[in-house]
């Protein structure tokens, strides 16, 4: 079992920043993708951007690129997202997922591919 806990989410103005950090207890880091996603309300959850297992490969949706960067600590078991340049649009809860190790079956902005969620934390980006 892994566990999975975000924190970092907040209030903050347009064109400023915020860093999410995804904690993992009961399995080491190594060997889990991590993936990000956001739901906004009364929309579909999205995919925000992903790190392969090996931390060699990152996505990012066209949404983002650019602006957000994930990052890993594997001495915490902690990955991360740094966002800058917010916009009210990146409004959201932002969770954190991960994948058990091994390559992706269809690709990693795909939901099904992660194994564990965490719970959410919100952000919200005032004009």
């Known amino acids: 079992q892994v566990q999975l806990v975000e924190s970092g989410g907040g209030l903050v103005q347009a064109e400023g920043s915020l860093r999410l950090s995804c904690a993992a207890s009961?399995?080491?880091?190594?060997?889990?993708?991590r993936g990000w996603f956001r739901q906004a309300p009364g929309k579909e959850r999205e995919f925000v951007g992903a790190?392969?297992?090996?931390?060699?490969?990152?996505y990012y949706a066209d949404s983002v690129r650019g602006r957000f960067t994930i990052s890993r600590d594997s001495a915490k078991n902690t990955v991360y997202l740094q966002m800058i340049s917010l916009k009210p649009e990146d409004t959201a809860v932002y969770y954190c997922?991960?994948?058990?190790?091994?390559?992706?079956?269809?690709?990693?902005?795909?939901?099904?591919?992660?194994?564990?969620w965490g719970q959410g934390t919100q952000v919200t980006v005032s004009s």
């Open positions: 009961g399995r080491t880091f190594s060997g889990y993708a």
């Open positions: 790190m392969s297992w090996s931390g060699g490969n990152t």
């Open positions: 997922a991960a994948k058990a190790g091994g390559y992706y079956s269809k690709g990693p902005n795909f939901e099904d591919e992660y194994n564990y």
